[in-house]
């Protein structure tokens, strides 16, 4: 049974930064794509960033060059470093797989981004 526990959130300022991180069990983590989603009110969950087992990294657009994704396989932990934040950050931050996530989501972190 895989479980993911997403911590690391809160209330920031525009430009602010906030360090997030996920906590997973199971014995594939070292072998999997992970992935930080969001999912703001009234939107559908998105893909934030993704890091593959041996670490290239992916970011979409509105993220990159702000957010840094990692991973510690033998911690079984991936974190995302997020910086300048914007209030369009605002959302509940989830980890799970890439691309096939899974079926059971963690509680997600709320980032709030506010003045």
Not at 29 to 49: C, D, H, N
Not at 64 to 77: M, Q
Not at 80 to 95: G, W
Request: aromatic share 10%.
């Amino acid at each position: 049974q895989v479980q993911l526990v997403e911590s690391g959130g809160g209330l920031v300022q525009p430009g602010g930064s906030l360090r997030l991180s996920c906590a997973a069990s199971g014995n594939i983590f070292s072998i999997k794509t992970m992935a930080w989603y969001r999912q703001a009110p009234g939107k559908q969950r998105e893909l934030v960033a993704h890091i593959t087992s041996g670490g290239s990294t992916y970011y979409v657009d509105s993220v990159k060059g702000r957010f840094t994704i990692s991973r510690d396989n033998a911690k079984l932990t991936v974190t995302l470093q997020m910086n300048s934040l914007k209030p369009e950050d605002t959302a509940v931050y989830y980890c799970n797989y890439f691309p096939n996530p899974f079926g059971s989501w963690g509680q997600g972190t709320q980032v709030t981004v506010s003045s």
